[in-house]
Each structure stands twice: as structure tokens, then as C-alpha cells.
């Protein structure tokens, strides 16, 4: 089955590969032998365990060792080891990147619905209050999935493309509010969407209302190597 997710544990070094209907988890012994592969539980929590196990679109591990992924479906599922423990509708379709913290756990995660969400490390929690089910699921996904509690901070792509500069501060739109890669370095979050284009969010002078250059917008202004800004294409030099 195609895989779409790679993630090592911070705790152990597990491997985990996701993609279409399958979570599996490799893991060495103390000697450096051979992998050891363990599929992790995927039958969906309060479901008819005769459905069809999700496609996990993409993973995160989390600081104490848990594993969060996201479906095509547009639900956050946790495990403790090969144990699923937690499972929310998070987004409205397809969840195509998540990034953790690893200093408190904090999670990120966007997809095709153009929202980036950012969420609480409790709501992977043991202890954590039962999520409400009061929010109807996207279109396509599971009637068994509970929506999750609010996350801490949203952001809509949609709303943002409208307030866009580039590095030389001229205004630009979002070609596609779509967001496929996600990283996150301290009060910086850099964004890749569905129309090859980079976004930096900067939260160091508001933790509500980030400022959002347009890096880049297609590949087609990148050179396989530095130029001067004046010279001509290697192509066309003389």
C-alpha cells in the first residue's frame, strides 16, 4: 500500500510509516538486529469494527512518545504504542500535516480546508474531558468520530490571502488555501500550500494575529545555482 507519513519517536527511535489502510511500527533490538514490525490498532474507536481502516495522510510524535496522525477523512487519531487511545474530527476533509513542539507537546496540524489549528497537548491526555459530539462530521468521514474540543488558536488561510505581501512587501493572494507541509521553530510557523507556495507566519510580536510574508509562489523563480541579480540565464549568457 502506498505510504504517505514517516515519523521517528524521540523516546525510542520507533519508525512509523502511514499511508492507505496501514500503521506500522519498526523498532531494533539493543543489539542492532534485524527490524521488528508491529501493526499498530486500527479499527476505528465506537465503530462497526467491520469498517475499513483509514488512509493516514501524514504523523507526528509527540515528546512522551505518543504518535498522532492525520486521515483523509479529516480526524486526528493518537497511539500509545500499537494501542489507539484518541480519535477527533479535527478538520473538514483531508488532514495533510501535522508538526509537534517537542518542548510541551503543542500540536499543529492544516489540510485542504485551509485552516491551521493549533492544539493542546491535554487532549491526548489519559485524563482528558470527553470530546463533544455536537459538531456534524465532514462529508465522507466516520459517524462514530467525536469532534474534538476547540483548539487553541485557528487561522484561515482563506481570510489570510488577502493580507499577503512578498519579501518586498508588494500584496499577493494565495493561489490555493490548501496546506500540505507545515514547520514550526520557536515563534515561527513556515507553510507550504497545494500551489507550491511558502508562507512564514511570524508570532513573535502577536500571539493572535501572526504577521505572513509570501516567501515564494511556484518554483519557477529558483536557479539550480546563485546568480548575480543582473546577470543573464547561464543560457542566454554570451
Request: aromatic share 6%.
Amino acid at each position: 500500500a502506498p505510504l504517505f507519513a514517516l515519523a521517528f519517536s524521540p523516546v525510542d527511535g520507533t519508525l512509523a510509516t502511514a499511508g492507505v489502510r496501514c500503521l506500522r511500527l519498526w523498532t531494533r533490538d539493543a543489539l542492532g538486529g534485524p527490524l521488528i514490525c508491529r501493526d499498530a490498532e486500527l479499527a476505528p474507536l465506537g465503530d462497526d469494527a467491520r469498517r475499513a481502516p483509514p488512509t493516514l495522510c501524514c504523523a507526528a510524535y509527540l515528546p512522551g512518545g505518543a504518535l498522532v496522525a492525520g486521515t483523509a477523512h479529516g480526524e486526528l487519531w493518537c497511539w500509545a504504542g500499537v494501542s489507539l487511545i484518541r480519535r477527533y474530527r479535527a478538520h473538514d476533509g483531508p488532514i495533510f500535516a501535522l508538526e509537534a513542539s517537542a518542548a510541551d507537546g503543542h500540536l499543529l496540524s492544516g489540510g485542504k480546508d485551509g485552516w491551521l489549528r493549533l492544539w493542546s497537548p491535554a487532549l491526548w491526555s489519559a485524563h482528558a474531558a470527553p470530546p463533544s459530539a455536537a459538531h456534524p462530521p465532514a462529508e465522507g468521514a466516520p459517524a462514530g468520530a467525536p469532534s474534538a474540543p476547540l483548539p487553541l488558536r485557528m487561522l484561515d488561510m482563506r481570510e489570510l490571502g488577502g493580507q499577503l505581501t512578498d519579501v518586498a512587501g508588494r500584496p499577493r493572494l494565495l493561489g490555493s488555501p490548501c496546506l500540505r507541509s507545515i514547520h514550526w521553530v520557536g515563534a515561527q510557523v513556515l507553510m507550504g500550500t497545494r500551489a507550491a507556495e511558502l508562507v512564514l507566519l511570524d508570532y513573535s510580536t502577536d500571539e493572535l494575529n501572526p504577521e505572513a510574508t509570501l516567501l515564494l509562489q511556484g518554483h519557477c523563480p529558483l536557479a539550480a545555482r546563485p546568480r548575480a541579480p543582473d546577470a543573464p540565464p547561464a543560457a542566454f549568457a554570451a
